[in-house]
């Protein structure tokens, strides 16, 4: 009897292992929500998650098709690629010409940065301030009276 229980015991261990294994594996795969900010939709040109036509009601079909399956975020990635094309991913790849997408906004802040320094530093050097000559000359004298007979005709 008791050999029985312990031969029951071990078969249900061997019988148990495997779907603890695949639960635990599981338990580390991709959600829906997470790959939706990752992914376009290649309709509307927009993150998945904001997207509402029927190619991305395709894609999410798909997408849950490969969580039920257990896929990782990478493996579902790959797999989009595989079957939608490099347009589907939302970030590009780090090679190539798509450097570009990572390197331009960069330069661009660190142009920016250089250029408010030296907009700051040419603001405290003091030669923004104007010239101490006035901008006008002063009037003639013969403006000078044609001005004050105009004033004296006004006063009156």
């Known amino acids: 009897m008791r050999r029985g229980v ?3 015991l071990a078969v249900l261990a061997l019988v148990a292992l495997p779907a603890s294994v695949a639960s635990a594996a599981c338990r580390q795969r991709a959600n829906l929500a997470d790959i939706e900010s990752q992914v376009m939709c290649l309709v509307c040109g927009v993150p998945l998650s904001l997207a509402d036509s029927p190619q991305a009601s395709r894609e999410r079909d798909f997408i ?3 969580i039920d399956k257990c896929e ?3 493996q579902i990635k790959a797999a989009l690629v595989a079957q939608y094309g490099p347009r589907v991913l939302a970030l590009p790849k780090d090679s190539g010409f798509n450097v570009a997408a990572y390197l331009v906004p960069f330069l661009a802040l660190l142009f920016g940065g250089g250029l408010a ?19 006008v000359p002063p009037p003639s004298r013969a403006d000078a009276r044609r001005l004050e007979a105009e004033m004296a005709s006004f006063e009156r």
Not at 117 to 135: F, I, K, M, Q, Y
Request: hydrophobic share 45%.
């Open 6 to 8: 312990v031969l029951a």
């Open 64 to 66: 849950n098709g490969l």
């Open 72 to 74: 990782t975020t990478q």
């Open 117 to 135: 320094v030296a907009a700051v530093r040419w603001w405290t050097s003091g030669r923004h301030a104007p010239a101490d000559e006035p901008a």
